[in-house]
């Protein structure tokens, strides 16, 4: 059974600065994808990064480019979001997404393209 589990998260300022971190187990990373997604209050769940382990590529919506970086930890299974210059409205539940295939980049901002999920977490931006 494929599990992830999220840390990290929070609330700061806007402008502040935040992480988060997701375990991945009963997978290995090889040729796997992973991302985050967020759902604001009222909103559905939507792409924000994603990191295509098959091409060692990352890919972001327009909204967060220059201000938040994904990063893999292929030793430790993890999955990293650096959250930098934080506006009012990041703040959501964000959850990390796992999917054993080699995604193409339009499948990348579909939820339905992962199988597994982490719990959530949620970042707030008090402005």
């Known amino acids: 059974q494929v599990e992830l589990v999220q840390s990290g998260g929070g609330s700061v300022q806007t402008g502040g600065s935040l992480g988060l971190s997701c375990v991945v187990s009963?997978?290995?990373?090889?040729?796997?994808?992973v991302a985050w997604f967020r759902q604001a209050p009222g909103k559905e769940r939507r792409f924000v990064a994603g990191?295509?382990?098959?091409?060692?590529?990352?890919h972001y919506t327009d909204s967060v480019k220059g201000r938040f970086a994904i990063s893999r930890d292929n030793a430790k299974n993890m999955v990293y979001l650096q959250m930098n210059s934080l506006k009012p409205e990041d703040t959501a539940v964000y959850f990390c997404?796992?999917?054993?295939?080699?995604?193409?980049?339009?499948?990348?901002?579909?939820?339905?393209?992962?199988?597994?999920w982490g719990q959530g977490t949620q970042v707030t931006d008090s402005s």
């Open positions: 990191y295509r382990g098959a091409h060692r590529s990352t």
């Open positions: 997404a796992s999917s054993r295939s080699s995604l193409i980049i339009s499948q990348l901002t579909r939820d339905e393209a992962y199988d597994s």
């Open positions: 009963g997978r290995t990373f090889s040729s796997s994808t």
